[in-house]
């Protein structure tokens, strides 16, 4: 079977974002004083083949600790669905 993950990889919150930071001084600029506190992260979507749902998140899991993610700076979560 084909599954598609979603995932998120976001810097971790004790950490400095500066694209973040950036982008939250640039808001006033713009006229939307209102938005603060911007995080920049990455979106990455896959398809992976596995024999059951467990599996594919086993492996989509793997790959997120193993290159996709920096646990040490950054935290991630996914969605599988079936592709």
Do not use: Y
Not at 13 to 37: H, R, W
Request: one cysteine or more.
């Amino acid at each position: 079977m084909k599954f598609k993950a979603e995932i998120d990889v976001m810097p971790l919150e004790a950490l400095l974002d500066p694209q973040g930071k950036a982008v939250t001084s640039s808001m006033s600029n713009l006229g939307l004083p209102e938005i603060e506190n911007v995080r920049i992260g990455k979106h990455i979507t896959l398809t992976v083949e596995a024999a059951d749902q467990p599996e594919a998140e086993g492996k989509v899991e793997e790959a997120c600790k193993k290159l996709l993610a920096n646990e040490i700076m950054e935290s991630f979560q996914f969605t599988l669905t079936e592709a």
